[in-house]
């Protein structure tokens, strides 16, 4: 895995939280354009209820030219 300074988690377990998650990520990338994700880790988990999703960015600071 690539060095990183940062973690940023998305998780949710339920459906329409679920569906405007990529919506969130995109505002949270463009709010953070200093940032640069080096590897991410995206993981899903259930039980007889639940099933939830998680989004795991690993990020730096980006390199000042």
Request: aromatic residues 10%; glycine residues 4%; neutral net charge.
């Amino acid at each position: 895995m690539t060095e990183f300074t940062g973690v940023k988690v998305f998780t949710t377990t339920l459906a329409r939280d679920r569906e405007a998650m990529g919506e969130h990520i995109s505002r949270w990338l463009t709010e953070n354009p200093g940032l640069e994700v080096v590897d991410k880790l995206v993981t899903q988990s259930s039980d007889r209820e639940f099933h939830c999703l998680s989004i795991t960015f690993f990020y730096r600071e980006r390199k000042k030219a």
